[in-house]
């Protein structure tokens, strides 16, 4: 069978691809810490599930708007207003099976070929992904560790050329954990309106912040027309499963997208709108509790690799996830996440998988109990010690 050359340009996602090969391990009998894979590893709220339950009992188990329904719509544009200091309506709300074909709508609506993208570098694949597939440039411009992950806002500027059409912007941000300040989202909100420059502000882990509140380049003055925002109910409320998103742009925008809704998944499931408009309404002490149990899980994470000899790690401030320097041990970030896996049973990313700048560092997620933890952390120690000893060639 002949493949069309287009699927050349679409990558994928490294964390399913360890997952599976960390699950074939177990299989074999293996013991495997799954630090690898990005979501919360709490239910479900109840009152949600139960909202979804009652829904599909009344009846709402067919097509609905390819849009999305009103009532969530409505709500979504309350809850973005309110939380972004910006006045949305619900023209401007599509939703979506999940968060990420945002990611691929926007793109596929905007990008013309040889067009420019500025994205973050590490970041997550998927932009990248897109981006080469809808046959545009992708401009990696990379986080600095010294500036606790975030983009130095001069490389930034120097990345902007006359082809550059749109910025991908994520905070707080996976892999590293990071925030923008307000003054970077000024600086890239200057640059966009300078250069007529499109925002897509992937907002994901918005409500997984542990200092502050969460700052959106949405509420610059002069940005509700040029920003995309992506944002979800998969990591707040541990719907990943659910595959409930949403994205809230220029209402001139709306109507390409919900063509290519219509197009490609005609809508999203109606009783999971529901469950996702019982979530929002609340209550949300579940949500303050994960966010809590995530912060003591990252304190713990954090200061057990900083005490492992050739590891040094950032402490994120929000998502959750850890991205910690590991170029002392002498290994690239490919093989020894592979070391780690095969040969220690803890299952983590090469910051590789998330661009070029990722080499010297791995992802891993915390979204995962302490004694996981833990136990990854004694083996991630124990790798790191072994390979002061005996080089890259021995394991345990």
């Not at 609506?109 to 590490?122: H, M, T």
């Not at 409500?207 to 109910?233: C, N, Q, V, W």
């Not at 990252?298 to 790690?313: A, P, Q, S, Y």
């Not at 095969?342 to 299952?347: H, I, P």
């Amino acid at each position: 069978m002949r493949i069309a050359e287009r699927m050349s340009r679409l990558g994928t996602e490294t964390a399913f691809e360890v997952l599976a090969a960390a699950r074939l391990l177990e299989a074999q009998g293996r013991d495997i810490v799954h630090l690898e894979i990005g979501e919360p590893d709490f239910p479900t709220p109840d009152f949600i599930i139960e909202a979804a339950y009652r829904a599909m009992r009344e009846g709402q188990t067919h097509y609905g708007p390819a849009a999305g329904l009103a009532d969530l719509r409505e709500a979504l544009a309350e809850h973005v207003s309110r939380t972004r200091q910006v006045e949305v309506s619900l023209e401007q709300v599509v939703i979506t099976p999940g968060a990420k074909p945002i990611i691929f709508y926007s793109v596929l609506a905007l990008i013309e070929k040889g067009d420019e993208v500025i994205l973050p570098d590490p970041g997550f694949p998927i932009y990248e992904s897109v981006v080469r597939f809808a046959e545009g440039v992708p401009v990696m411009v990379p986080l600095r560790e010294r500036l606790g992950f975030r983009w130095d806002l001069d490389e930034l500027r120097a990345a902007v050329t006359p082809r550059t059409r749109m910025i991908i912007l994520n905070s707080p941000h996976n892999p590293t954990g990071a925030v923008l300040t307000e003054e970077d989202l000024h600086g890239i909100a200057e640059l966009a309106l300078r250069h007529d420059l499109i925002v897509l502000a992937d907002e994901i882990y918005s409500e997984i912040l542990y200092e502050g509140t969460h700052k959106s380049i949405l509420s610059i003055p002069g940005m509700a027309e040029r920003t995309i925002l992506l944002d979800g109910f998969s990591k707040t409320f541990a719907m990943t499963g659910w595959r409930l998103g949403y994205g809230v742009m220029p209402v001139g925008l709306a109507p390409h997208v919900i063509r290519l809704v219509i197009n490609s998944v005609s809508c999203t499931a109606t009783f999971t709108q529901w469950a996702g408009l019982a979530a929002l309404r609340g209550p949300h002490d579940e949500v303050r509790q994960m966010v809590e149990a995530f912060r003591k899980r990252r304190d713990f994470i954090v200061d057990g690799l900083n005490r492992i000899e050739g590891i040094t790690c950032h402490r994120p401030q929000g998502a959750f996830y850890v991205f910690p320097n590991v170029q002392a041990l002498g290994l690239r970030s490919g093989a020894l996440a592979t070391k780690l896996l095969r040969e220690y049973g803890v299952a983590v990313l090469s910051g590789t998988a998330f661009g070029a700048a990722g080499e010297g560092y791995l992802r891993i997620s915390y979204a995962a109990s302490l004694e996981a933890l833990q136990k990854g952390l004694e083996r991630i120690r124990q790798a790191a010690r072994d390979l002061r000893v005996h080089g890259s060639s021995t394991g345990s």
